[in-house]
Nanobody, 125 residues
Framework: QVQLVESGGGLVQAGGSLRLSCLAS????????MGWFRQAPGKERELVAA????????YYADPVKGRFTISRDNAKKMVYLQMNSLKPEDTAVYYC??????????????????WGQGTQVTVSS
């Protein structure tokens, strides 16, 4: 059974930083593409960043380029999202997602099979 557990959300002032973590279990982690998504109230869930199984390939949505960094530690089965220079518009529930058995960077939401429960990030102005 695949489980993804996020942590690290919270309340931060604009310009601040947060680091989200996601612990995976029940899958061959280094063969799974991973992604971070977010969903703000009244909006669709959107991809923020994605990473390949090896960690060598990454993708960032335009609104977060240059501010967010996705990384992974395959030995620990962890994926991270370092968020710097946070803005109020980054406020959302952030979700970790996995696409098992496919190690390439994946940017299509419906291809992700497993999701975490989400962690709230609130950026105050």
């Amino acid at each position: 059974q695949v489980q993804l557990v996020e942590s690290g959300g919270g309340l931060v002032q604009a310009g601040g930083s947060l680091r989200l973590s996601c612990l995976a279990s029940g899958l061959t982690f280094n063969r799974a593409a991973m992604g971070w998504f977010r969903q703000a109230p009244g909006k669709e869930r959107e991809l923020v960043a994605a990473i390949s199984g090896s960690g060598e390939g990454t993708y960032y949505a335009d609104p977060v380029k240059g501010r967010f960094t996705i990384s992974r530690d395959n030995a620990k089965k962890m994926v991270y999202l370092q968020m710097n220079s946070l803005k109020p518009e980054d406020t959302a529930v952030y979700y970790c997602a996995s696409r098992p058995r496919v190690a390439v960077v994946t940017t299509t939401r419906w291809l992700y099979e497993y999701w975490g429960q989400g962690t709230q990030v609130t950026v105050s102005s």
